[in-house]
């Protein structure tokens, strides 16, 4: 019994040497141990110091823009279609069987060209008729010529009488039928003086009424000659080589688009500002051209049914892009308001209802708190900056990128946009006061 004891204790003891020395030997050093922790510690600090860096503020790409001092403007705006000026339909003067037609629809033909032609055979034997009337009369002329001398003082005195009646009743001093009666007394006495003879005579003789006769003939021959009264293109060709015509028979139509008109129906409500000279922009959405143009006729009258108005726009047709007929869509210069302070419109952003901006200030972007006034598609105008600076003409305002862009936030830019003012093409000033003077 003793003897189980004493091993026992003898077993314990062994496992306690043994436990101490795991825990004390070369590999479980305390002291390397601590310094293995400490060494840890001192990484982990490092590690977390570094953690605890700045980050690096990174810039916001954005465009920019210039606020400006100009003219903001007010469109009208109104709807209306094409037309040309200069379109003719041709008719024959005379009528007969036509020879030739020489040209075909489409095709483009100067002033004075020959569209057809009309047998003009009749036409020749007339005028040849008329003249030999002509030399009849001259013949009988020549053998009376001293059975008459004229009168040229008479003549003269006749002409100022005549010119003192024309100012009598242009005064209304006379009546016109006053005039009637006195300028036939007047006639009569300067023919018993011999004023009139030589035009008698002609009469008499009948070299009056030939004269007449040859120049008709002379007339009618060049009118079987089917000609194009001014440069344009054929359209709409109806005659056919050999076909009888009759007098004023339409043959084609002649246009001509080198300049056209557009006429836009402006509401009467929208009149009270306009006046010609106005600038104007034409859209043609036929072919997406949008034109400059200026306002050249305001219609005195409106249409009552309508209640709209009239306005004629001029312009050139250089490229030939635009005809007749096409849809056209139009901005008007109704209110132009001079010397404003101007910012773009996509520079504008609203926060907690109330309007700023961002102007850039060296690599800063800075909000300003701003009133504004009156504004069009392209442009507001700034009355008052609330808070944050000031805005003055040549100033950069950002214009992209802002609409979570911050005070004070760092900033890179990326374009500087060069706003276009579309109405710069006209004096805006100078037709206000033009209109004004009206």
Not at 73 to 98: C, H, N, W, Y
Request: include cysteine.
């Amino acid at each position: 019994m003793r003897t189980s004891r004493s091993l026992t204790v003898l077993t314990a003891a062994l496992l306690a040497v043994l436990l101490l020395a795991g825990c004390f030997g070369s590999e479980g050093d305390p002291a390397e141990a601590d310094s293995t922790a400490t060494a840890e510690a001192a990484a982990d600090s490092t590690a977390d110091g570094e953690a605890k860096k700045p980050k690096k503020e990174k810039a916001i790409k954005v465009n920019v823009a210039e606020v400006r001092n100009g003219n903001l403007v007010l469109p009208v705006f109104a709807d209306g279609a094409i037309r040309t000026p200069r379109s003719v339909v041709i008719k024959t003067r005379v009528g007969g069987q036509l020879m030739d037609v020489l040209v075909r629809d489409g095709d483009r033909v100067r002033k004075g060209q020959v569209l057809g032609r009309i047998d003009s055979r009749e036409y020749e034997i007339a005028l040849e008729e008329s003249r030999y009337k002509h030399l009849q009369a001259l013949s009988q002329m020549a053998a009376e010529a001293d059975t008459f001398t004229v009168n040229h003082a008479a003549m003269s005195d006749f002409t100022n009488q005549r010119d003192d009646l024309d100012r009598l009743v242009k005064a209304g001093t006379i009546t016109r039928e006053e005039y009637s009666n006195r300028i036939l007394e007047t006639e009569m006495d300067a023919l018993q003086q011999g004023a009139f003879r030589e035009a008698v005579f002609q009469q008499r003789t009948g070299l009056a009424e030939a004269r007449m006769a040859e120049e008709r003939a002379r007339l009618n021959l060049e009118y079987t000659e089917i000609r194009s009264p001014f440069s344009g293109v054929v359209q709409g060709l109806t005659m056919v080589q050999g076909e009888m015509l009759s007098a004023n028979v339409a043959v084609c139509t002649i246009f001509n688009n080198d300049n056209l008109e557009a006429v836009l129906n402006v509401l009467e409500g929208d009149l009270g500002n306009l006046s010609a000279g106005r600038p104007v922009l034409l859209a043609v959405p036929a072919t997406h051209d949008t034109l400059q143009a200026i306002v050249d006729v305001i219609s005195p009258t409106l249409d009552e049914a309508t209640r709209t108005c009239e306005v004629i726009v001029r312009f050139e047709n250089t490229t030939d892009r635009f005809r007749p007929g096409m849809f056209v869509r139009a901005q008007i210069a109704g209110w132009v308001f001079t010397d404003r302070l101007l910012v773009p419109k996509s520079a504008l952003l609203v926060r907690d209802n109330r309007p700023l901006v961002f102007k850039k200030d060296d690599d800063r972007a800075k909000w300003l708190y701003v009133d504004t006034g009156l504004e069009n598609d392209d442009w507001v105008e700034i009355l008052k900056v609330h808070s944050g600076g000031s805005l003055t003409p040549g100033d950069e305002i950002i214009v992209s990128d802002h609409l979570t862009l911050a005070h004070e936030a760092k900033i890179k830019v990326r374009k500087r946009v060069t706003a276009v003012d579309r109405w710069s093409f006209a004096d805006l000033e100078a037709t206000v006061a033009e209109g004004a003077r009206k």
